[in-house]
Each structure stands twice: as structure tokens, then as C-alpha cells.
Nanobody, 118 residues
Framework: VQLQASGGGLVQSGGSLRLSCAASGRIYRLNAMDWYRQAPGKERELVATITSGGSTGYVASVKGRFTVSRDGDKNTVYLEMNRLKPEDTAVYYC?????????????WGQGTLVTVSS
């Protein structure tokens, strides 16, 4: 299973970006899909999560600004980021729990850099 993340870039404070992460390979079922981020010198943190049923959760610092969604037909998870702040600058990673017909395994995307200028 491979996860391909895209959509990062440089944006001014207050701007918007949309990240995508597409899963491919031996996928019997995609369970929860998550977005994490890691800023320079900081630990990786969970930003948003969405279950296979569509339930979502967010870290407090992005609630009301970020929206996570998924397209089951495309095996893709999205992160719509609005009103971006400089402190949102980080490498963003997607993670998916995949059931391959035998067991659940976690897979990570390669990361996409988001830079928010003040």
C-alpha cells in the first residue's frame, strides 16, 4: 500500500490550502485516515482524523479552520485548511489504517510541506 500526499506550498497568513492523500495498492478496506504535522524542532502531532463512517476529530488549534474529508471511491483523504497562521507551518503527513483482508496495518505518506508566511 502506498500513500501519496500532495497540495502543500507557500501561502500568506490568512490564506488557504487543500491537501490530498491518495491510497493505492492492496486495500480491502480503509479504516481511519489521519493527518499529522511536524514543525521544525517539535514532535509530530495529530491534526485531524476521519473514520470510515465519516466521524471527524481535530486538535484544538485547528478547530473551525481545518476540515478533513474523504472520498471512498478514490481512497483519498483531504485536508482543507483555511485562515492559515504561521504556526501552521510544518510538514504534513497522512496516515491510513488499511485492512488487507487479513489484518490491519498503518501506512504513512511521504509528507508535504506547508509554509505560512506572516
Amino acid at each position: 500500500v502506498q500513500l501519496q500526499a500532495s497540495g502543500g506550498g507557500l501561502v500568506q497568513s490568512g490564506g488557504s490550502l487543500r491537501l490530498s492523500c491518495a491510497a493505492s495498492g492492496r486495500i480491502y478496506r480503509l479504516n481511519a485516515m489521519d493527518w499529522y504535522r511536524q514543525a521544525p524542532g517539535k514532535e509530530r502531532e495529530l491534526v485531524a482524523t476521519i473514520t470510515s463512517g465519516g466521524s471527524t476529530g481535530y486538535v484544538a488549534s485547528v478547530k473551525g479552520r481545518f476540515t478533513v474529508s474523504r472520498d471512498g471511491d478514490k481512497n483519498t483523504v483531504y485536508l482543507e485548511m483555511n485562515r492559515l497562521k504561521p504556526e501552521d507551518t510544518a510538514v504534513y503527513y497522512c496516515k491510513a489504517e488499511v485492512f488487507d483482508g487479513l489484518r490491519n496495518n498503518d501506512f504513512w505518506g511521504q509528507g508535504t510541506l506547508v509554509t505560512v508566511s506572516s
